[in-house]
């Protein structure tokens, strides 16, 4: 409950800010046309999970989650000069896990299969003129995860945990460089998911952060 209350007061604070700063920023209307940007991501996805809380050991399990490389796809409908609606999707696969003493001598090794989160978000436009356009704002997340895969023992027998799709929040910090005079976009954009992995299994359940710190470049097109 706590947490949520958390993530409420950001998306509240967040949503407040970009509200302001949108109401005290001149304007000139006749001059904009709503826009269409697609754009492609390149991305590194990099957990910061670092507990595992399980019905093994005390207070949970230690893990390490390895950075994976992933793709995506964003489109944003700009509406005002100041603001967009964006939807997005990004894939990133075969995370191994790194998972520390159980306490009892078994050895584990885990992955998981998959990440996969869609996004719905609204985007701030900072005033910078013609030569970038800097963005940033918060949005939400449904975040579906594939089967996390556990092997126990040395050549231990891999069995696979079904995991729950999680809904979080996040924030994206963005910059759009033109490329010449027509409509094709150098980008590249910083996003933090606040996503929990939960599952629940023969021996009881696990619950561990997720957290990703995502960084993406590549290529747009403005319609």
């Known amino acids: ?3 949520y209350r958390t993530s409420t007061r950001v998306l509240q604070t967040a949503l407040a800010i970009v ?3 949108t109401a005290i920023r001149p304007v000139q209307a006749q001059q904009f046309e709503p826009e ?3 754009a492609f991501d390149l ?6 999970g670092d507990v595992v809380g399980t019905e093994v050991g005390v207070g949970g ?23 967009g609606i964006e939807f997005g999707l990004l894939g990133a696969s075969s995370f191994d896990v790194k998972v520390g003493d159980l306490g009892n001598g078994v050895g584990v090794a885990t992955g998981v299969n998959s990440f ?20 940033a704002g918060p949005f939400l997340a449904s975040v579906r995860y594939g089967d996390v895969s556990v092997q126990t023992g040395i050549g231990g027998v891999v069995t696979t945990e079904t995991v729950d799709t999680d809904t979080g929040w996040g924030v994206i910090l963005g910059v759009d460089l033109p490329l010449g005079s027509g409509n094709w976009l150098l980008q590249s954009n910083l996003r933090y998911i606040d996503t929990n992995m939960k599952g629940t299994t023969s021996d009881g359940g696990f619950d561990s952060n997720f957290d990703p710190l995502i960084f ?4 747009g097109y403005r319609f």
């Not at 991305?43 to 910061?48: D, F, G, K, M, T």
């Not at 230690?62 to 603001?83: H, Q």
């Not at 993406?216 to 290529?219: D, M, R």
């Open 1 to 3: 409950m706590t947490q």
């Open 19 to 21: 509200l302001l700063t």
């Open 36 to 38: 269409l940007k697609l």
């Open 43 to 48: 991305a590194l996805v990099n957990p910061s």
């Open 61 to 83: 399990v230690s893990v390490d989650i390895d950075t994976k490389a992933g793709a995506g796809l964003r489109l944003e409908y700009r509406f005002a000069p100041a603001l």
């Open 116 to 135: 996969a989160p869609l996004t719905l978000g609204l985007n701030y436009h900072f005033p910078a003129g013609d030569s970038f356009d800097l963005f």
């Open 216 to 219: 993406s470049i590549g290529f």
